[in-house]
């Protein structure tokens, strides 16, 4: 099972994990020369490559400009796994880089491209655990066995993560325990405690124009605002019939927020006017687990269901269409994020031990959203 799934920028990734050697954190002598030398071949032959002996292994390592690196946790009986897989575009075809064995089960995760801790680099993956706590794990560490933080505090399985955009450090974890908290990574601190009341929190989703407004849903249909300059909670925002159980803001307005929730609906609020939502969507008879908005298309998003079911959404003044369905072979899906570098591209992850790769660009109806924004 597939529990989060999110896109590493390339600029921020390693060229090749063979600098963990470098940086001497692991030695031949000490038995890392034969997991590189599996690592190297097992890439290679996901390349479709022979290695043969004398030639240069490095070059099957190494990560190449066009490659596009996905980070995905994963649960299969009583093992996690943080998976990194380089997907290449034009064959299709996404394997394994390496994978990280976790001590703990991975619940919800988020990716960060901004150096964090000294000496560490900027392929950073936050996941919040079901033994209540968030770990921070160094992907280019193909050796990695223990997080390079671990931040303690929440008394309940860590349900929900959000990076603050920018180059804050900041996340927000929301957890069973109804609580909100907004962490300082780089100094390891809690920097503001919120409580969800009787809310459970579901869904915590930093504002993408205005760095210091969160979003936080819970499981009885309750939606806050959290100001984490003043370190403040705001009254109930947002009261629906249905359990919360995703929340994206629009990247080009800083008001509008989607919802997707438990009864198959998704809402739209304006979280200036807060009596009704703006325009909804019955957009599945299942739970909708997930929601990807798209960098490039404006108004465009999917949803996605238990039940498996990926849908394509364009948003127009006070309405939603649906204007696809994208194909794939998940059994559920519990997941998704759109790339922003990466045009089209989405990933989704559910109830099967690989995530699924989405190129929408190949779509006709998402080509035109991105046709009509270039005008």
Request: one cysteine or more; proline letters at 2%; a negative charge.
């Amino acid at each position: 099972m597939i529990t989060s799934v999110d896109f590493i920028s390339i600029s921020c990734a390693e060229k090749t994990p063979q600098y963990c050697r470098e940086r001497g954190e692991v030695s031949e002598e000490e038995g890392g020369g034969d997991v590189f030398d599996k690592l190297t071949e097992r890439i290679a032959e996901s390349r479709g490559n022979v290695l043969h002996e004398g030639e240069d292994e490095d070059e099957d390592l190494l990560l190449r400009d066009d490659d596009v690196l996905v980070a995905a946790t994963r649960v299969v009986d009583d093992l996690s796994y943080i998976d990194v897989y380089v997907y290449e575009r034009e064959e299709k075809n996404m394997f394994v880089h390496h994978d990280v064995m976790l001590p703990s089960v991975p619940v919800c995760g988020a990716w960060s491209g901004v150096e964090l801790l000294k000496q560490r680099g900027r392929n950073n993956f936050a996941i919040g655990t079901l033994e209540h706590t968030v770990e921070l794990w160094d992907l280019d560490n193909v050796y990695a066995a223990d997080p390079v933080v671990e931040l303690r505090g929440h008394l309940g399985p860590v349900t929900a993560l959000s990076w603050c955009p920018g180059s804050s450090g900041r996340l927000a974890s929301g957890s069973e325990d109804r609580t909100v908290r907004v962490w300082d990574v780089s100094c390891e601190k809690e920097l503001c405690v919120f409580s969800g009341k009787k809310r459970k929190i579901t869904a915590v989703e930093w504002s993408a124009l205005d760095k210091n407004t969160l979003f936080c849903g819970g499981k009885h249909g309750e939606g806050f605002l959290v100001d984490a300059r003043e370190c403040l909670a705001g009254k109930r925002m947002i009261k629906t019939n249905a359990e919360i159980e995703a929340a994206k803001w629009f990247p080009d307005d800083e008001f509008l927020v989607l919802l997707g929730m438990s009864d198959g609906e998704v809402l739209c609020f304006d979280t200036r006017k807060t009596s009704e939502a703006v325009f909804s969507k019955k957009a599945s008879m299942e739970s909708i687990t997930t929601l990807a908005v798209s960098k490039d298309a404006a108004g465009v998003f999917i949803a996605g269901d238990v039940g498996g079911g990926v849908s394509m959404f364009h948003t127009g003044p006070r309405r939603m269409k649906c204007i696809g369905h994208a194909s794939h072979g998940l059994e559920s899906v519990f997941c998704s994020e759109f790339s922003s570098e990466d045009s089209g591209l989405c990933l989704v992850g559910g109830g099967t031990e690989k995530p699924e790769m989405l190129d929408l660009s190949e779509e006709k109806r998402y080509k035109k959203r991105i046709t009509e924004e270039s005008r």
